[in-house]
C-alpha cells in the first residue's frame, strides 16, 4: 500500500512540473510544420519531407541551408498595358516577409513591401497591385495607367536559402494542407542544416537535419535500427538453442 502511495505521489509531482513548463512555453504557429525521415543522412542521398498546417492544394518549395540575404539585384520585367510586369528573383524560393522592391519608370519610382502573404504593396502614385511567388521567385506589380512604352526596372532584395533542393516535380499540397516530398542533400560538409518548406501563401516550417557522409549509401536510420532489432532476436535464439555443457568436475570416475 505504501509503495503505490509512493507512485501516485511521483505521477502528480510530474504532472504538476510539466503542467508548469507547458504554461510557460510560448505557444508555436499552428500554421506549418514538417518532419524529416530519416533525420541523419548522407550527401547525394534521399530525405523525405512531410509537411502539415500548409495552404490547400497550393504549390511548396524547400529550402537547404543557411539563409542569404540579397540586396540590388536588378530585373528588367515583361508586360503589356496597365500590367502586370512580371521576372523572376535569381534566387529561390524566398523567406515570406524579406521580399522588398524598387520600381523604376523611367524616372517615376515607387517601393514596394511584402506582406507576407504572397502580396507587395507599392507606395507610388500609379501602384494598383504586386504579387511574389515565394516558391518560384516570379514577383510582378500592376500600373493604373499604361507603361509598356516607358523604361521599367525593377530592383529586388530578399532572402534565399543556401541550396533549392524542391524536387524537379513540383510539390503540391492536397486539400488537407499536407504533403509528402523527397529531396536529395546537397554535397555540403558534415553538420547540422536547416530544411526549411514554404508555400505560396507564406506558411513555412523547418526542422534540422543532420548530414553525416559515414552514413552508407542507400541504408537509412529506420534499416539501421530493424537490422539491429534482427541482430538483437537472432543472438537471443541462438543462446537460447546452445546445447547445456555438462559439467564433469565432480563426476565420479
Not at 508555436?28 to 510544420?33: D, I, T
Not at 513540383?170 to 518548406?197: D, E, K, R
Request: aromatic share 10%.
Amino acid at each position: 500500500m505504501q509503495h503505490k502511495k509512493k507512485v501516485y505521489t511521483i505521477a502528480i509531482m510530474v504532472f504538476l512540473t510539466l503542467s508548469m513548463v507547458l504554461a510557460v512555453m510560448p505557444l508555436a504557429s499552428a500554421a506549418g510544420a514538417i518532419t524529416l525521415t530519416p533525420t541523419a543522412q548522407a550527401p547525394s542521398a534521399s530525405v523525405s519531407v512531410s509537411g502539415t498546417g500548409f495552404g490547400a492544394t497550393t504549390a511548396v518549395g524547400v529550402g537547404f541551408g543557411a539563409e542569404v540575404n540579397v540586396t540590388g539585384e536588378d530585373h528588367t520585367p515583361t508586360g503589356t498595358g496597365t500590367g502586370p510586369y512580371t521576372t523572376r528573383t535569381n534566387h529561390y524560393p524566398i523567406k515570406p516577409g524579406s521580399f522588398s522592391m524598387h520600381s523604376d519608370v523611367s524616372g517615376t519610382t515607387s517601393e514596394w513591401t511584402d506582406e507576407g502573404n504572397g502580396t507587395i504593396t507599392g507606395s507610388g502614385t500609379y501602384a494598383v497591385a504586386g504579387n511574389v511567388n515565394y516558391v518560384t521567385g516570379v514577383f510582378s506589380r500592376s500600373s493604373t495607367t499604361d507603361i509598356s512604352s516607358y523604361t521599367i526596372v525593377f530592383t529586388a532584395s530578399y532572402t534565399y536559402y543556401q541550396y533549392n533542393v524542391t524536387p524537379a516535380a513540383g510539390v503540391t499540397t492536397l486539400a488537407s494542407g499536407t504533403f509528402t516530398a523527397s529531396i536529395t542533400v546537397p554535397a555540403v560538409a558534415n553538420g547540422n542544416y536547416n530544411v526549411t518548406a514554404i508555400d505560396t501563401a507564406g506558411n513555412r516550417a523547418f526542422k534540422n537535419l543532420t548530414v553525416d557522409s559515414t552514413i552508407p549509401e542507400g541504408l537509412t536510420i529506420g534499416i539501421m535500427v530493424s537490422l539491429s532489432t534482427v541482430a538483437v532476436i537472432v543472438s537471443t535464439r541462438y543462446f537460447r538453442k546452445r546445447p547445456k555443457i555438462e559439467n564433469y568436475s565432480s563426476a565420479k570416475l
